[in-house]
C-alpha cells in the first residue's frame, strides 16, 4: 500500500524556522517525483518545493532563497526546511508523489498519491 506521512509541523514565530519531513512506504519513491504542497481555508492547493528523482529542485517564488527540499533516499524521506518564516506562511502542509513525469510539474493535479496534512502556523 503506497502512503506518505507528513510530521514536523507546528507554531513558531515569524522569522523562525520549521523543518517538515514526509515518510514514504509501500513504492520505490526514489524513482519519482516528491513534491510540498500547502493550502489554506477557501484557497486551491499550491506547489511550493518539488525535487525530481535525481535530486535536483524547484520552488515556487515565494519560497525562493527560504525554503530547501531534500529526499534521502536510503531512508525515503524528501523533507522541507523552511527559513525565516512568515505569516503568510501559515497552511497545512501536504507531500505528494507524481509518477512518470519529468521534471517535477508544479501543478497538484500532477500528483497521484498525498499525505494527510501537516499543520504549520506562523506568528507575527
Known amino acids: 500500500q503506497i502512503r506518505l506521512m507528513e510530521s514536523g509541523g507546528g507554531s513558531v514565530q515569524s522569522g523562525g524556522s520549521l523543518t517538515l519531513s514526509c515518510a514514504a512506504s509501500g513504492f520505490a519513491y526514489n524513482d519519482y517525483c516528491m513534491g510540498w504542497f500547502r493550502q489554506t481555508p477557501g484557497k486551491w492547493r499550491e506547489g511550493v518545493a518539488f525535487?525530481?528523482?535525481?535530486?535536483?529542485?524547484t520552488y515556487a517564488d515565494s519560497v525562493k532563497a527560504r525554503f530547501t527540499i531534500s529526499r534521502d533516499n536510503a531512508e525515503n524521506t524528501v523533507n522541507l526546511q523552511m527559513n525565516s518564516l512568515k505569516p503568510e506562511d501559515t497552511a497545512m502542509y501536504y507531500c505528494?508523489?507524481?509518477?512518470?513525469?519529468?521534471?517535477?510539474?508544479?501543478?497538484?493535479?500532477?500528483?497521484?498519491?498525498w499525505g494527510q496534512g501537516t499543520q504549520v502556523t506562523v506568528s507575527s
Open positions: 525535487v525530481n528523482a535525481d535530486g535536483t529542485s
Open positions: 505528494a508523489v507524481a509518477f512518470d513525469v519529468w521534471p517535477c510539474p508544479p501543478h497538484r493535479v500532477a500528483y497521484a498519491i
